[in-house]
């Protein structure tokens, strides 16, 4: 082709690429327990209000959290392989687990939810009633999975550590930081993704609020908050946000 050509031939390219229809816009997926996502009786998760907080015409929220459910029996149960299924380059994914993996993992109902301590390679073998095997991993374990298969699909995972629950010792609020939280923490950092120490943001304002206030959150039990419990839940995942100017989920919140 001759040069003279190259010049009109590429402006026309570019005329005509300045037409092209957007891409779809990127989608959060949510995924965790009855503490992000619950429809109970006066009880609200914070992914049931975390919308309000992002620009949803630019961002899509998809809260596949369930009521109930730990790291183990969320992939178990097909919940995760329905979540990565649907994610996308481009797309983001925020965890949050822990107030359901704490009983000994077994095959019983009080036991089906449990997963072994800590971020390591343990395992314990399990044989269901049926005959079916299960292998039971860490918390740890866990988490890096969600983890990498969401990176290979060329989402942005984020961690959360578990919202507190209405606990108080010498009026401070009891915090995940020696289990749970600092699992959560440590494989976020071993993997290179962004923390969110939702326990202790969330923890900071129920202290200043005080016992009394903070009562008001929860109205049956000392985990499940109601609607303004989840909104300070939700506040403190975006404060999360905020602080982690690298994350490019700052561009899609509210200004």
């Given at each position: 082709m001759k040069p003279k050509l190259l010049l009109p031939l590429a402006l026309l390219v570019l005329f005509l690429a300045s037409f092209r229809k957007p891409g779809p816009p990127p989608t959060l997926f949510i995924i965790g327990d009855s503490t992000v996502n619950n429809t109970g009786k006066g009880q609200m998760g914070w992914g049931n209000v975390i919308g309000a907080y992002f620009d949803t015409t630019k961002i899509k929220i998809r809260n596949n959290a369930k009521a109930g459910r730990s790291t183990r029996t969320f992939i178990?149960?097909?919940?995760?392989?329905?979540?990565?299924?649907?994610?996308?380059?481009?797309?983001?994914?925020?965890?949050q687990f822990g107030h359901n993996e704490g009983s000994v993992p077994d095959t019983s109902k009080a036991g089906r939810r449990g997963?072994?301590?800590?971020?390591?390679?343990?395992?314990?073998?399990?044989?269901?009633?049926?005959g079916h095997p299960e292998t039971v991993n860490t918390y740890g374990w866990y988490l890096r999975?969600?983890?990498?298969?969401?990176?290979?699909?060329?989402?942005?995972?984020?961690?959360?550590s578990m919202i507190p629950r209405n606990e108080?010792?010498?009026?401070?609020?009891?915090?995940a930081g020696n289990d749970f939280g600092k699992w959560a923490q440590e494989v976020a950092?071993?993997?290179?993704?962004a923390f969110i120490d939702l326990?202790?943001?969330?923890?900071?304002?129920?202290?200043?609020?005080g016992p009394d206030e903070v009562?008001?959150?929860?109205?049956?039990?000392?985990?499940?908050?109601?609607e303004a419990g989840a909104r300070v839940n939700a506040e403190s995942v975006v404060d999360g946000i905020r602080a982690n100017k690298k994350l490019a989920l700052n561009k899609y919140l509210k200004k």
């Open positions: 178990s149960e097909g919940r995760w392989k329905t979540t990565i299924d649907a994610i996308r380059p481009g797309d983001f994914l925020i965890m997963v072994l301590r800590g971020t390591g390679e343990e395992t314990k073998a399990l044989v269901w009633p049926d999975k969600f983890i990498r298969e969401a990176k290979a699909k060329g989402a942005t995972p984020v961690v959360c108080w010792k010498d009026g401070k609020v009891v915090r950092q071993q993997e290179g993704v326990n202790d943001i969330t923890a900071l304002k129920y202290e200043k609020l009562k008001k959150f929860f109205p049956g039990d000392h985990t499940h908050t109601n």
